[in-house]
């Protein structure tokens, strides 16, 4: 190992052979098996600028770890430096001012744990071994937004290393275009060591509501849950889940459970439900309920796409599911309240946001599945409006952002990573 002195800080480097090296750099999508020169496991912020500075004075293409969770892999640069912020993953909650401390490195599960013992959450993703910086930087949608916005609507202030290894604060009032660009407009601009997060009390219980019914009333059923989604409340996130032997619509209810019976009442009404499942959890529970225990040893791919509206059309083409995973999510609420122009994260008027993916072992099955997925997604194209950028899987930002934005994302990198030191990631290229 080789140690890196700054002032009282030690950065240790782990190298190809070293004890830790190949834990470190497996990530979430087992396709990616890629070795960086070095990884830097960094326990403070003055530790990430050191090994941002190293990186570019041994000319080393930097990689950013948190939770590891990109289908891509940016994380992990083969011959690279990959910066390591897991060891960063502390969190502090004031439960009088309902704010958060959330280090870089931390995961969703950490930051809701530590606020859940308060009766307290911000919004977060659904799976909790995902990283807090890497979500909330794309935008970061969960069960919570619909009620408070994105995780990066949630965020007061963030700290940040730049490409030169400075560590500089944005905020309403520091950097605001800084502060603009990073909520929603992913790793671009720096590494972020630091958010502050505001917090709402939800108390401690969460509803999932699932109703299955058969392949022959799919289409009915989900264009009646379209035209339910159109005046849920808040609380709700409807959710619905499509295979070709039929389809499971629910939603997921956090907060006030006033008006759930209601809601529970219409669901029955949809159709002929061959399966229903109405559980009361702990909201830690649904946080983690879609985790994989072994979720590190699969190959994976997605693809996503923004449904601005679900035509009938685009419903038929969404049930000629050829066997893989395909949900939708609905958006609107609080995420459509905030102004577009008041952050980099675009789309706002999206309805229901799609993903198909899929996941498996054997190598040499890669083809056959990406290239269904491919198919399958690409059948979609014509009714989709945007992407979220946390699902870009190596196509261009510009399915995330509109023109204008994309412009002035473009001025804001060339400001503060003019060189493109931060590239692995959805990357907006400097003008």
């Known amino acids: 190992m080789t140690a890196i002195q700054l002032q009282t800080e030690t950065l240790i480097l782990i190298r190809d052979g070293e004890p830790g090296y190949d834990e470190a750099r497996s990530v979430w999508n087992a396709m990616v098996d890629r070795r960086p020169a ?14 941002v500075r190293y990186g570019r004075r041994h000319d080393l293409e930097i990689g950013v770890r948190c939770g590891g969770h990109s289908i891509a892999g940016h994380a992990v640069p083969d011959g690279g430096l990959m910066i390591d912020l ?7 909650v004031d439960p009088d001012r309902r704010l958060a401390w959330v280090q870089g490195g931390a ?23 995902t990283g807090v910086g890497g979500l909330t930087l794309g935008g970061g949608m969960g069960w919570l937004a619909r009620q408070f916005g994105l995780a990066c609507d ?7 290393v730049t490409a030169t290894g400075d560590i500089v604060y944005a905020s309403a009032t520091e950097n605001p275009d800084l502060f603009w660009g990073l909520r929603g407009g992913g790793g671009n601009f720096g590494i972020v060591t630091s958010f502050e997060f505001r917090l709402h009390a939800i108390g401690t219980r969460a509803l999932i509501a699932e109703f299955t019914y058969p392949a022959a009333e799919s289409f009915a059923v989900l264009r009646a849950w379209r035209e339910l989604n159109a005046t849920a409340p808040r609380q709700a996130t409807f959710t619905a889940s499509i295979r070709g032997d039929g389809i499971t619509v629910g939603f997921v209810w956090v907060g006030d459970l006033a008006g759930r019976e209601q809601l529970l009442q219409a669901f029955d009404g949809l159709g002929q439900v061959v399966a229903k499942s109405i559980e009361e959890i702990p909201y830690l529970t649904l946080q983690s309920r879609d985790d994989s225990i072994q979720g590190h040893r699969y190959r994976r791919y997605w693809k996503g796409h923004y449904f601005k509206a679900l035509t009938d059309d685009a419903i038929r083409a969404l049930l000629r599911n050829p066997g893989v995973g395909a949900s939708l999510q609905a958006y609107g609420g609080a995420i459509s309240d905030v102004s577009d122009e008041a952050a980099a994260f675009s789309q706002r008027d999206t309805l229901f946001e799609f993903v198909t993916a899929t996941r498996w072992e054997d190598p040499a099955d890669d083809e056959e599945r990406i290239a269904t997925i491919r198919v399958y997604a690409a059948t979609l194209d014509q009714y989709a409006g945007g992407a979220y950028l946390n699902t870009l899987n190596g196509e261009s930002v510009r399915r995330a952002f509109p023109p204008a934005k994309l412009a002035r994302l473009t001025a804001l990198k060339t400001t503060w990573d003019p060189h493109n030191t931060f590239h692995l990631n959805q990357n907006i290229k400097p003008a």
């Not at 070095?38 to 090994?51: E, G």
């Not at 930051?111 to 659904?126: K, S, V, Y």
């Open 154 to 160: 949630n965020v007061v202030r963030y700290e940040m």
């Open 107 to 129: 995961l969703l599960g950490e930051l809701d744990r530590a606020a859940q013992q308060h009766g307290l959450a911000t919004t977060a993703g659904n799976v909790s071994h």
């Open 38 to 51: 070095a990884i830097a496991r960094c326990h403070t912020t003055a530790d990430v600028a050191a090994a």
């Open 86 to 92: 897991t060891p960063m993953s502390e969190v502090w």
